[in-house]
Each structure stands twice: as structure tokens, then as C-alpha cells.
């Protein structure tokens, strides 16, 4: 992990929305043709990719919102995954 990838933006694709389902009590990423159910912690993830915040932000309030460190590489990968499955895209 580089420096330029925690300075990286990322904002949720135009397509995608997350949304609450309260029947179930789960989140959803909403997708054409598709829905995505995400754990706590992908939707976490997902929720603070509003293209306002760096990556490294994103991590420092994970790591206050979850009590938690060494997050970094965790939500790296997971927004790796999520840019190629054309979740996020990187401002």
C-alpha cells in the first residue's frame, strides 16, 4: 500500500446506491439487474465513499467508528474488489 492510494477518492459508481432494508435489517447495494447484500463492515465502507473523503479518512473513521486499528490494508482490499466489480469508482 502507497501513499497514493490512500490519498485516493472514492465515491460510490453513479449506479450504485446503497439502501437499508428494514424487513430484513441488512444492507443492500443496489445495482442494475442486481443487489448486493454487504456485511456490517462492507457497508460501512461503502457509506463513507462519497467522494469526499481520501481513503486514508476512511479508514481513520473506521478505526474510531469500530474501536479498531491496522484497518488500512483490510479496506484497501476491499476497495480494490469493489472498483473492479464496478462498485466505487476513484476520483
Known sequence: ???SELAA????ATKAM???DNVRDVELLLLPE?????NKSGAAILG????SRTVRQVVDQLERDFQAADL?????KFL???????WVVVA
Do not use: Q, T
Open 72 to 76: 488500512a490494508n483490510d479496506v484497501m
Open 18 to 20: 446503497l439502501k437499508h
Open 80 to 86: 480494490h474488489d469493489a472498483r473492479g466489480r464496478g
Open 34 to 38: 442486481r443487489v448486493v447484500l454487504l
Open 9 to 12: 477518492v472514492p465515491k460510490l
Open 1 to 3: 500500500m502507497n501513499e
Open 48 to 51: 463513507l465513499c462519497d467522494g
